[in-house]
């Protein structure tokens, strides 16, 4: 099955036997692909023994640490071929990922968010708020995660407008004067946690001012970890972004420029979904086995996207999760998931806890 196919299907309509079967093949596509167009990988292949033959099910196909983006150059196209190096969140003197994105895999990972995120927004562009500034995307040539965000949700923008200046200050008139003009219209705000958080919310709740957004869905990503130092809880987020701005929809959503554009959505649940395009699978610690459902443990990220790097199974930093499958009250098929925080020791890396890091 072609990823074109692969992305014909609906993306929370596949139950799992189906996906199963699916991922399996697509993953073992992907790592046959990345043994022969990347020598390094080809090498951790042989060193691990690896056998397409001993691959039962996905979880069978053998990971490799997020980390190591930050330590080697993994990239299974020629270096002529790289259309975008795109980079990861990391505060000054840390060491960031290098991801290298052939045109083919920009392509995809577009196409991929925009058949995730339309489960929110629907298939109309909408006006759009972005809770940052201008200035983070206009390096087009070596994106950030925090840059590659912004662009990436940017298409489901007809209109946008920055809600904050260079400096970090809220442009209250502005923003007042677009949602006046795209009043009666659906309006579409997108951020980074803490930013939303410090720059949006905070500002105006000092201010004194109330937004009319109550037909906005706002996403938001990035890390918790700075929020959480301050006993902010998920549900307290959304309640406190509702007091400034109306019954707003409020969608958190995990995610990692190491495999951009799979994105994992949060449902009216408050469930973290993963896609017919990739998957989440739970380890213990200790020796990496398949952790129960309801059982913490180490997230691994799954994806059939990634063509131009061996970025289709990552052992993350994050500890999680598994809540079930196929039966989230929302009616979505898939795993549904949580997010428990990074793994004790492990860098600082979310973009918004990045950010976060200044303060």
């Not at 196919?5 to 189906?18: I, K, N, T």
């Not at 398949?290 to 913490?296: F, N, Y």
Request: glycine share 8%; net charge negative.
């Amino acid at each position: 099955m072609t990823y074109e196919e692969v992305l014909a299907l609906p993306p929370f309509g596949v139950a799992r036997e189906e996906k199963k079967s699916l991922l399996r093949e697509g993953l073992l596509r992907l790592t046959e692909h990345h043994r022969a167009q990347c020598a390094p990988y080809a090498r951790m292949m042989e060193m691990v023994g690896f056998s397409a033959a001993d691959v039962h099910s996905v979880e069978d196909v053998p990971f490799l640490p997020v980390r190591l983006f930050k330590e080697m150059e993994l990239r299974s196209v020629a270096q002529e071929d790289v259309f975008k190096t795109m980079t990861s969140s990391g505060t000054t003197g840390q060491q960031v990922s290098r991801i290298f994105l052939d045109r083919a895999t920009a392509t995809n990972q577009q196409k991929t968010l925009v058949r995730i995120v339309s489960e929110v927004t629907g298939s109309a562009r909408l006006p759009m708020i972005i809770l940052d500034c201008p200035s983070v995307v206009r390096n087009r040539a070596m994106f950030s995660a925090r840059g590659a965000g912004i662009l990436g949700f940017s298409m489901f923008g007809r209109k946008k407008i920055y809600a904050l200046n260079d400096a970090m200050e809220l442009q209250l008139d502005a923003l007042q004067d677009f949602i006046e003009e795209h009043k009666g219209e659906k309006i579409l705000l997108f951020g980074f946690t803490f930013m939303v958080w410090q720059h949006f919310y905070k500002a105006l709740k000092e201010e004194g001012k109330h937004l009319d957004l109550s037909n906005s869905v706002l996403i938001h990503g990035g890390g918790w970890k700075k929020l959480a130092a301050e006993a902010v809880e998920p549900a307290a987020f959304r309640a406190a972004l509702r007091e400034v701005c109306g019954d707003m929809e409020v969608a958190d959503y995990y995610g990692m420029v190491e495999q951009t554009g799979c994105i994992y959505l949060e449902c009216e649940e408050g469930h973290l979904h993963a896609s017919t395009y990739s998957d989440v699978i739970v380890r213990r610690p200790l020796d990496f086995s398949l952790a129960s459902v309801g059982e913490r443990g180490i997230l691994e990220v799954v994806s059939l996207l990634p063509e131009s790097y061996p970025g289709h199974a990552l052992l993350t930093e994050d500890e999680g999760v598994l809540l079930g499958e196929d039966d989230c009250p929302c009616g979505r098929k898939g795993k549904y998931f949580k997010v428990l925080g990074r793994l004790k020791q492990a860098e600082l890396r979310g973009c918004s806890d990045t950010y976060a890091a200044a303060f």
